[in-house]
Structure formats: structure tokens, C-alpha cells
């Protein structure tokens, strides 16, 4: 079992900024990647990255977001710009998936709510 911790998560205006931060206790190699989700859309991937640096992300937030990761210190980031308020959500960290699945590891989340 990998443990996720996330942070980096809070409540910005329009337009602007966050990055949040993944930190894994174990599972250095695994794919890693951020989800969100809300009670009416269940969980749904918004960036992923393999261990050698492959990227997938969502349309909505191709060219806003960027998601990268350290592997000496077992953490994944994802930089958040331009933020919309429809980027609201609670934001998961998740590893042991793919490019396109989730695997069977998850963090808490961390909230971010974007509002004028």
C-alpha cells in the first residue's frame, strides 16, 4: 500500500494559480497522477505521468495545467494556471494506474476552489 499525501490546495480567484504537491512514502516507479471529483461527477483524471516522464492530460485543461515529478523525492506536482471556477474540486493524488486508469492507491485530496 502506497501512502499519498497531498497539499497545495485553497481558494484562489479566476485566473490565477496553484500547484499542488503529491508525496509518496513508496512505489518511486509507479505511474502517478492527480484526479478530481465532486458528489455529481464522481472522479475523473486530470493529468498523469509515468515514471519516465510521459504525460496524459485531460482537454479541459491542456495548455493551463502541467503535471511533472521528482522521482529522488517520490513527489508529483501539478502547476495549475489560468484557473476557472469550474476547476472546483477536490483534487486526489493516485498511484499504481496508467496513463489511462486510476490504480488502487489514493491520497485524501486536497480542495481547490476557484472564485471571484
Do not use: H
Not at 53 to 82: C, H, P, W
Amino acid at each position: 500500500q502506497v501512502q499519498l499525501v497531498e497539499s497545495g490546495g485553497g481558494l484562489v480567484q479566476p485566473g490565477e494559480s496553484l500547484t499542488l504537491t503529491c508525496s509518496a512514502n513508496s512505489g518511486r516507479d509507479m505511474t502517478k497522477g492527480w484526479y478530481r471529483g465532486t458528489s455529481d461527477i464522481g472522479r475523473e483524471l486530470v493529468a498523469a505521468i509515468t515514471s519516465g516522464g510521459a504525460t496524459k492530460y485531460r482537454d479541459s485543461v491542456k495548455g493551463r495545467f502541467t503535471i511533472s515529478r521528482d522521482n529522488v523525492k517520490n513527489e508529483v506536482y501539478l502547476q495549475m494556471n489560468s484557473l476557472r471556477p469550474e476547476d472546483s474540486a477536490a483534487y486526489f493524488c493516485n498511484a499504481g494506474g496508467s496513463l489511462y486508469f486510476p490504480g488502487n492507491n489514493w491520497g485524501q485530496g486536497t480542495r481547490v476552489t476557484v472564485s471571484s
